[in-house]
């Protein structure tokens, strides 16, 4: 069974750094796109970065400049680095991935990390 495990998330003062960090755990043949997004209360769940397989990387406007997504194929992880947090940044944040398995392609999503800017 394919699962992804998010971790990182916590409280921070704005300007801070967190990183986040997922892996794809379980069995299947190859993970595509990996990315980020957000939900923030009463809000939609909104794309926040997004990488693909060969590194070729895309983010919400809201973020540019101050994150940055990488992925390891070895490990099948995603991180998103998050510089120069702001109040606006606090969601819950939930990794997603296209993963490649025996029975098909298929999207999972994390359990979701909570993110809280505030001092």
Known sequence: QVQ????????VQPGG???LSCA????FFSIDTMGWYHQAPGKQRELVAVVTSDG??????SVKG???ISRDNAKNMV?????SLESEDTAVYYCNAHILTAT????YWGQGTQVTVSS
């Open 4 to 11: 992804l495990v998010e971790s990182g998330g916590g409280l």
């Open 24 to 27: 794809a755990t379980g069995s």
């Open 79 to 83: 991180y998103l680095q998050m510089n």
């Open 104 to 107: 098909g392609p298929y999207a």
């Open 66 to 68: 101050r994150f940055t």
């Open 56 to 61: 070729s990387s895309y983010y919400a406007d």
């Open 17 to 19: 750094s967190l990183r």
